[in-house]
């Protein structure tokens, strides 16, 4: 629904009804209760969830659990107090339900956590208890409170310098977040920190202060891409020279570059492609042939800038032999022919070993002892001490990496604005309607191939570096499976969406190593749901999330004839 029409409907709904007596002193007990007991005790043993058995010192997991409930404080007042200003531009009903119930499944995962660890809930503390009874506390104000027109966001607006304030403090809160999160070596930790953050973004989200913020990086939208740019350079020099938080933050952006570059081929020109990780291998594999390694293969060792263009310009080329004779076909016969380009790189890797082939790349040991990049007298294998903060190799690659990935994202956008972006879209939606109006349909879905290559390689080059060897096991189906539900998941023909998703999906397994054995269960549990609860995907295309409000809208109608129509039979 749009904003107008929010708008109309708020102008025409009756009075909010007003809030049950009881509610509202409830949430404020809720809020006391939650406060008082995160300065109490929750675990006798203090060897687990980082010492939580410590009176009126709380620990990192109470200081989160008092975050959530001064965030429902906010709301509280903003229902009925001195922000009841505010409150006539928020829904504080469903951000307050979001927090309480969200913070009650936080608590109960903390008792939980206690309890396996400690081998007896006897092992839980008073606090434990009274930050339990707090949060259903907040929980039963939250659904208790009558619901409140959502008013249209778009007409708020704060002094520029204040809007500019706020983006900045969104960045410092990410960053703050980010670093925190990395550095939670326990799993149970790890687990409860992401569900407070769920718990925060979905309460921001359902009160509409998102939506306000989401008007706010338009109005300032350089600002908010500068202030993003910022808080990820900034990111190393929160890990205090850790090298396997830069290790996992490498991996992520080689991930998200890749699947930025993917998202050009299924977000924006709607071509389906499961064999996309093989063109990252390609540009690897240059990288590897071309370097000083005493495995290479190749005599020829050229400077590194132009191994990157020579390793994008294969895969390319790649792009363009696989796109060539398979672009006739569509859906599930294009999704199974690049399935098989796929394996047929993994397996050519294989045998370019001197016995079956030409000696290329050592066929299953691969290339290893690939040395560290030395660029400009920079040598990214030493590490640099910056403001007093010791910076390792992962981290060199890091700031490598977000200048590709800057690139990257800045190619996608210009694309996606462009008339061949235009293009792509078209076809997406109506390949035969597009192609009457007269859109190069083969042409244009070669170039989306053959552009998606190109920063699938460039990626590629930097990650052979980063990593130090390359071997043929290193690109099977269920990378690419991988990079096709990032796209998913984050949202079709997004950046933001892609990013996100690329870091869930790389970060979550690397940190949640206890649940190796069922990586893919919990995967395809969250794919269901998100098909099911949120089908555009987390950050949604204005043009997609229109379309599904649009198919809902269809069939609801449609289910309502059908309910008139056996009405009047009967």
Not at 468 to 475: K, L
Request: charged share 15%.
């Amino acid at each position: 629904m749009s904003d107008v029409k929010t708008a109309e409907t708020a102008a025409e709904a009756p009075a909010t009804k007003p809030v049950k007596p009881i509610a509202w002193p409830l949430g404020l007990a809720g809020v006391a209760l939650v406060i008082a007991g995160s300065f109490l005790s929750w675990s006798y043993n203090g060897q687990i969830l980082n010492d939580l058995s410590i009176n009126f010192y709380p620990g990192g997991l109470q200081i989160l659990a008092i975050i959530i409930a001064l965030l429902s404080l906010v709301l509280l007042l903003a229902e009925k107090g001195p922000l009841t200003k505010l409150g006539s531009w928020l829904d504080a009903t469903l951000g307050l339900r979001a927090l309480g119930t969200g913070l009650t499944l936080y608590m109960a995962l903390v008792l939980v956590a206690i309890t396996v660890q400690a081998h007896g809930l006897i092992n839980v503390n008073p606090g434990g208890y009274v930050t339990t009874v707090g949060a259903v506390l907040l929980a039963v104000s939250g659904w208790m409170s009558p619901l409140r027109q959502l008013r249209d966001m778009s007409q708020a607006r704060l002094p520029a310098w204040m809007e500019i304030l706020t983006i900045g403090v969104l960045m410092a809160a990410l960053l703050f977040m980010a670093a925190y999160a990395l550095g939670l070596s326990d799993a149970w930790s790890f687990v409860l920190c992401l569900l407070f953050i769920a718990t925060a973004a979905t309460a921001l989200f359902r009160s509409g202060a998102m939506t306000f913020v989401g008007h706010v990086g338009q109005r300032h939208r350089k600002v908010l891409t500068l202030g993003a740019f910022v808080a990820a350079f900034l990111f190393p020099f929160t890990q205090n020279g850790s090298d396997a938080n830069m290790s996992i933050a490498g991996s992520v952006l080689v991930f998200s570059a890749t699947a930025i570059g993917l998202n050009i081929v299924v977000g924006l020109a709607g071509l389906l492609d499961l064999g996309y990780i093989a063109f990252l291998g390609s540009g690897a594999y240059v990288a590897a042939t071309l370097s000083t390694s005493a495995f290479a293969t190749i005599g020829w060792k050229p400077p590194f800038l132009l191994v990157v263009l020579l390793g994008a310009c294969v895969a390319a080329v790649l792009g363009l032999i696989i796109g060539s004779p398979t672009l006739r076909v569509s859906g599930d016969y294009l999704a199974i022919v690049t399935l098989g380009f796929g394996e047929i790189f993994r397996f050519s890797m294989f045998n370019l070993d001197g016995n079956n082939g030409p000696n290329l790349t050592n066929g299953p040991n691969g290339i290893p002892g690939i040395p560290d990049l030395e660029l400009f007298g920079f040598n990214f294998g030493s590490g640099h001490t910056i403001a007093g903060i010791e910076l390792g190799r992962f981290s060199n690659y890091y700031f490598l990496l977000l200048i590709l990935v800057g690139g990257v994202v800045l190619a996608f956008s210009r694309l996606n604005d462009s008339r061949i972006g235009r293009g792509w879209v078209a076809i997406r939606e109506d390949e035969k309607a597009a192609e009457a109006m007269g859109v190069n349909v083969f042409g244009l879905k070669l170039l989306a191939f053959a552009i998606g290559a190109f920063l699938a390689g460039l990626a590629g080059t930097i990650k052979a570096h980063q990593d130090g060897a390359v071997s043929p096991d290193q690109y099977i189906f269920l990378e690419s499976a991988f990079l096709l539900a990032a796209i998913v998941l984050g949202g079709m023909g997004t950046i933001a969406g892609v990013l996100l998703g690329a870091t869930i999906l790389k970060l979550l397994p690397e940190k949640l190593r206890f649940f190796s054995e069922y990586r893919l269960l919990l995967f395809g549990l969250l794919l269901v749901l998100m098909m099911r609860f949120r089908p555009e995907g987390l950050v949604a295309s204005k043009r997609r999330q229109l379309e599904f409000h649009e198919e809902d809208e269809a069939l609801a109608v449609e289910i309502e004839e059908e309910r008139l129509a056996v009405g009047e039979a009967k």
